[in-house]
C-alpha cells in the first residue's frame, strides 16, 4: 500500500527516482510525486537566488503521468531527492494531496507511507501558531511540525516531530539547508536503506533498488537513517548511532519483470511448479522433512490457532483442516482484523500461526501482538525476508517464492499451503499421530505437487475459452465441501478482486438454508469436485442448481468421467491426495479469474482500490 523511494549521490535523481516508483506501481496507488534538491542559480551579482532549492512535481494516476510531466521540465535537475505513490486515505486523489509534501517555509519536503492517527491534533495545534495547510492529509502535518521543530539540527527536529506522531510510517525527508541529505524513520511500515559507491538509497521494498544495489539494511521500528552519499548512519529512538548489518539480496531484476507475459500475475501463476519446488526441496532430506529453523515442543500445546488476512487467511483455512487431520488438535482459522479487537481464549499452550506473503500486514502484525501478550507461542509463514512479522515471531518459516508483484497472489498463497501442509506432516511426525507408512507416503506426495502443478497447467488450455463464455457473468457462486468449500474462498476473491464481478464462495451444504433463492437461469455456478470422500453430496447440489436454470463449470480430478453428465463445463487437476488438493485445484481457478478480467479489460496487476501490502487498518 503506497510505495516511496529516495536517491542521493552524484547523478541525476530524477530518472533513478521515477524507475523506482515505476517498479513500485504494483503495491497501489492513486497519484505520484517526486521532490528533488535542485542546484541554486547566481543571480547577476553572484550571490544564490532566493527561495527553496527544492522543487517538486505530481501528477494524479499513473507514473507515466509524472514522467510526462518530468519529461517538460528540462531544468529539474538534481543528484537527491525523495518520490511516493499514494493510495488514498486522507482526502481524495488529487495533485494537492499527492506527496510530497512541503513546509511552509519551503524548508523542508517529505514523503510517507502510513497512517497519522493523532494528525488532527497536531493539526489544529498548528494551525493556532498560524501555519497554513495546503491538502487534506495525515502526511502534512509531519513536515510542517518538523519545520516548525527546526532549530538548525535536522536528525534533532526530525526525532523531536516523530516522538509526537501516533500510528504507523515509514518517512523520508530532505531538507533546503542540508544538500545531499536524506533521512529516514520508520514505525509499523516497511523500510530499507540501499547501500552503493558514493550513492545511497531507500525505499520501502526491494523491486524499487535491485537494478542499482543488492546491498541492503533493514530498518526497525523506532530507527532513524542519515543517508548522504558517501555513508549511511542508523540511530535508535534515543538518537544514539548503532550498527546494522548488511543483507545480500539474492534475486535480481529479472525475477521483477514480465519475462515476455502480459501481466505479471500469468507468469506468477506460470512459476508456480518452480515457487513450489523452490518452498519444498530444501526442506526434504531422505524423504524426511528437516525445519531446522523451528525448535518447538509440539507437545506443549493443546491448540492451534491461525489468522491472516484475505488471500493468506484462506491458506489458513486450508491448513486448519491439513494440522487437525494429521496432528489430532483443535485448530481454529480468524480473519486478523477479528482476532485483533477480541479478547481471545489463549495462553502459553496455545501455537499461534500467522500467515503474511509481505509480511508487513497491519491486522495481522496486531493481532500476533495480541496473542504474544496472552502468552502464546507465534510461528509465522512470510515469503519477506526481514519484513515485521518474520521478526516479531517466536519462529518463522519462509515460503522462498520469489518476488511477487501482481497484487493479486498466485504462488503466494499456494506455497503458503503447501508449507503449512509440511508443517503439519513435520508436527504429526513430532506427536506420533501419523504411522511412519502415511508420513512417507505425504512426504512422497509432496515432492510431487511441482511437477502435479504444471500437469494442472498443462491440463487446462481450454480455460481461455471457458472464461469467453462466461465473463458476461456480473454475479456468481463457488460452491464446495470440506477442503473444496476452504479452495472455494480463494477462487472467488480471485475472480472478483481482478475482473470486479460480485462472486460468493459457499459451503455447499449450506445452499439449501438461503443461498439457492438467488439461483436463477442463466447464473454460473462454479463447483469444486476434488474432495471425492463427499463427491456424492456435491453432485447432489450440483444438480439442484442446475434443476433450477443455473450453470455449472467444475473442478474435478483428471480422469472423473461421471462430472461430465452434471457440468456444462468442467477444468480438470491431476488426482492428488485429499489434503494436499488445495495447491493443485486452485491453479484453474486462477487462470479462469485471470482470462475473464482479459476478456472484460480490467487492469489486470494493478485492481481498482487494491493494494498489495495493506499496511493500514
Known amino acids: 500500500m503506497c510505495g516511496i523511494t529516495g536517491y542521493t549521490g552524484l547523478n541525476q535523481a530524477g530518472p533513478i527516482l521515477l524507475e523506482g516508483l515505476r517498479r513500485l506501481e504494483y503495491r497501489g496507488y492513486d497519484s505520484a510525486g517526486i521532490a528533488i534538491q ?7 551579482d553572484g550571490s544564490e537566488s532566493a527561495g527553496s532549492s527544492i522543487k517538486m512535481l505530481k501528477a494524479t494516476g499513473k507514473v507515466s503521468h509524472l514522467v510526462e510531466k518530468f519529461e517538460a521540465e528540462p531544468d529539474f535537475k538534481g543528484v537527491c531527492g525523495i518520490g511516493h505513490t499514494r493510495w488514498a486515505t486522507h482526502g481524495v486523489p488529487s495533485d494537492t494531496n499527492a506527496h510530497p509534501h512541503l513546509s511552509a517555509d519551503g524548508k523542508f519536503a517529505v514523503v510517507h507511507n502510513g497512517i497519522i492517527e493523532n494528525f488532527a491534533e497536531i493539526r489544529e495545534e498548528l494551525q493556532k501558531y498560524g501555519i497554513e495547510f495546503k491538502s487534506e492529509t495525515d502526511t502534512e ?31 523520508g525527508v530532505i531538507s533546503d539547508e542540508h544538500p545531499g541529505t536524506i533521512f529516514a524513520a520508520k514505525q509499523a511500515s516497511p523500510l ?17 533498488l535491485v537494478s542499482n544495489t543488492k546491498n541492503v539494511i533493514d530498518l ?124 481471545p481464549v489463549m495462553d502459553e499452550k496455545t501455537l499461534v500461526i500467522v500467515i503474511s506473503q509481505s509480511g508487513e500486514t497491519a491486522d495481522t502484525i496486531a493481532a500476533m501482538k495480541e496473542c504474544k501478550y496472552k502468552g502464546a507461542t507465534v510461528l509465522a509463514i512470510v515469503n519477506v525476508v526481514g519484513s515485521s512479522i518474520a521478526k516479531l ?36 511426525g513430532e506427536l506420533k499421530t501419523i504411522s511412519h507408512g ?25 480455460v481461455k475459452k471457458m472464461a469467453d463464455k462466461y465473463n458476461d457473468n456480473q454475479s456468481l457462486f463457488f460452491i464446495g465441501r470440506n477442503m473444496d468449500y476452504a479452495v472455494a474462498l480463494e477462487g472467488s476473491l480471485k475472480l472478483k478482486e481482478i475482473s470486479y464481478l460480485h462472486s460468493e464462495a459457499y459451503a455447499a451444504g449450506e445452499l ?37 436454470g443455473a450453470r455449472v463449470l467444475a473442478v474435478a480430478h483428471e480422469g472423473n468421467r461421471s462430472i461430465f453428465a452434471e457440468a456444462d463445463d468442467v477444468l480438470s487437476v491431476p488426482v492428488t491426495d485429499p489434503l494436499l488438493v488445495p495447491v493443485i485445484e486452485i491453479i484453474p481457478l486462477q487462470l479462469f479469474a485471470y482470462y475473464v478480467a482479459l476478456k472484460n479489460g480490467c487492469d489486470i496487476d494493478k485492481p481498482k482500490n487494491l493494494a498489495k501490502s495493506v499496511t493500514v487498518e
Not at 463447483?527 to 439442484?544: G, V
Open 38 to 44: 535542485s542546484e541554486r542559480k547566481a543571480d547577476a
Open 141 to 171: 502535518v509531519i513536515v510542517q511540525l518538523l519545520a516548525y521543530n527546526y532549530k538548525g539540527n535536522f536528525k534533532k527536529a526530525l526525532m523531536k516531530t516523530i516522538a509526537r506522531l501516533t500510528g504507523s510510517y515509514a518517512i
Open 192 to 208: 530499507i536503506i540501499g547501500i552503493g559507491i558514493g550513492e545511497n538509497y531507500f525505499a520501502s521494498d526491494i523491486t524499487a
Open 220 to 343: 526497525d521500528d523506532g530507527e532513524v537513517a542519515e543517508i548522504t552519499p558517501d555513508e549511511v548512519k542508523v540511530f535508535d529512538h534515543t538518537g544514539k548511532e548503532i550498527e546494522k548489518p548488511i543483507r545480500h539480496i539474492n534475486w535480481d531484476i529479472a525475477s521483477a519483470e514480465k519475462s515476455g507475459y502480459d501481466h505479471f500475475m500469468l507468469k506468477e501463476i506460470m512459476e508456480q511448479p518452480q515457487a513450489l519446488k523452490a518452498t519444498i526441496e530444501p526442506r526434504i532430506k531422505d524423504e524426511e522433512i528437516i525445519f531446522e529453523e523451528l525448535n518447538i515442543d509440539m507437545k506443549k500445546f493443546n491448540r492451534v490457532h491461525i489468522t491472516a488476512c484475505g488471500s493468506a487467511y484462506h491458506a489458513g483455512c486450508v491448513g486448519r483442516g491439513i494440522i487437525e487431520s494429521l496432528c489430532k488438535i483443535p485448530v481454529e482459522a480468524e480473519v486478523a482484523s477479528e482476532l485483533r479487537y477480541r479478547d
Open 393 to 428: 515471531a517466536d519462529y518463522c518459516l519462509y515460503t522462498w517464492a520469489g518476488p511477487e508483484i501482481a497484487v493479486a497472489t498466485t504462488k503466494g498463497y499456494t506455497t503458503q499451503v503447501v508449507l503449512l501442509a509440511m508443517f503439519a506432516v513435520w508436527a504429526a
Open 438 to 462: 502415511a508420513y512417507t507416503t505425504m512426504v512422497k506426495d509432496i515432492m510431487r505437487l511441482p511437477e502435479r502443478a504444471q500437469r494442472a497447467l498443462d491440463l487446462n488450455s481450454r
Open 512 to 548: 439449501k438454508h438461503g443461498t439457492i433463492a438467488l439461483i436463477e437461469p442463466g447464473r454460473l455456478v462454479v463447483a469444486l469436485c476434488c474432495y471425492e470422500k463427499l463427491l456424492d453430496k456435491t453432485i447432489s447440489n450440483i444438480q439442484q442448481v442446475k434443476a433450477r
